[in-house]
């Protein structure tokens, strides 16, 4: 949501800014989200990929799967059911 966009961004400029390769979005907590958040994930997978680094969304409630899928973002982004390992 509103509040929250702007952690995404900070978060993945830092990972990017420490030379993270692979960055995960742990997914897990996400109870609610807007085109705000969806806007903010699409900005942040920009971002990682323009550093030559990859963003994957991990634990990706249901109800939050489902919005990924009517927007077309889960062939946007790569959704993994657990959080892997990262650099």
Not at 4 to 21: E, S
Not at 48 to 77: C, H, I, M, W, Y
């Amino acid at each position: 949501d509103v509040a929250n966009a702007p952690t995404i961004t900070r978060d993945v400029d830092a990972a990017i800014a420490g030379g993270a390769t692979s960055i995960v979005v742990d997914m897990a907590s996400v109870v609610f989200m807007d085109s705000t958040a969806l806007g903010a994930l699409i900005e942040a997978k920009k971002r990682a990929e323009a550093a030559g680094a990859s963003l994957v969304l991990a634990d990706v409630p249901q109800n939050t799967a489902r919005l990924l899928q009517l927007t077309a973002l889960d062939q946007v982004f790569t959704v993994v059911s657990t959080r892997p390992d990262t650099d």
